[in-house]
């Protein structure tokens, strides 16, 4: 499959240039593509990590999987995609999930499995901060409870189905599909709610 690129690398898309590395989770940010691909570099020769021939192709495909149409060559307009910036207003949808799981009767997936998500999670483009979110740690402290992975501080918000990353990877799977059916589309491949996808892991409530 042909891989998104950008019509202009010179100019700043909005927000800046921005990667997300899927194998240390870590975030490259830049107002420049210049600057952008050499704290790429940087980044993978400080963690003694080797340089991939097509680091810089790589890079502004994910890019360009959030950017509007007419910013990336081989794009199709039409084509489902997620707001990165996303604020109180928008994560409040998210919160439809959380009701129905109130009234599932609180089930949770097992740790192993939650940590498993958690990481998945970590690493992903789409896990986002929320903009103007004061009550978020307080909505965050009631939907968890005690339930942890030792990946939380590194988890936001998605930007696919505005959930709390904190609280959706401990939920069933029962009740994410059947609430989420419009994030589908929105997805990554290695996303573990992408059905048919290779993180897809289907496991009785």
């Known amino acids: 499959m042909t891989r998104l690129s950008l019509v202009k690398p010179t100019v700043c898309p909005p927000d800046g240039f921005r990667y997300v590395f899927p194998s240390t989770g870590y975030t490259v940010h830049a107002w420049t593509y210049s600057d952008w691909v050499t704290f790429a570099r940087n980044h993978l020769s400080a963690n003694h990590l080797p340089v991939p021939l097509d680091l810089e192709e790589t890079m502004q495909d994910q890019l360009c999987q959030t950017l509007e149409p007419g910013w990336c060559n081989y794009d199709d307009p039409s084509r489902p995609r ?24 609180l089930k949770t997936v097992g740790k192993d499995e939650a940590n498993r998500r958690a990481k ?22 009631f939907i968890t ?13 998605c930007a696919a189905c505005k959930c709390f990353l904190k609280a959706k990877v401990h939920f069933p799977l029962s ?31």
């Open 82 to 105: 997620p707001n990165t910036s996303l604020d109180w207003n928008a994560v409040q949808q998210g919160l439809t999930t959380f009701s129905n799981w109130v009234k599932g009767g």
């Open 120 to 141: 998945i999670c970590s690493r992903c483009y789409l896990n986002v901060n929320v903009q103007g979110c004061s009550a978020c740690s307080k909505a965050l402290a």
């Open 145 to 157: 409870g005690r339930h942890k992975t030792q990946y939380d501080s590194s988890l936001k918000a």
């Open 175 to 205: 009740i994410l599909d059947k609430n989420l059916p419009g994030a589908q589309a929105l997805y990554p491949e290695f996303c573990w709610l992408k059905h048919n996808g290779p993180n897809y892991l289907p496991i009785p409530d």
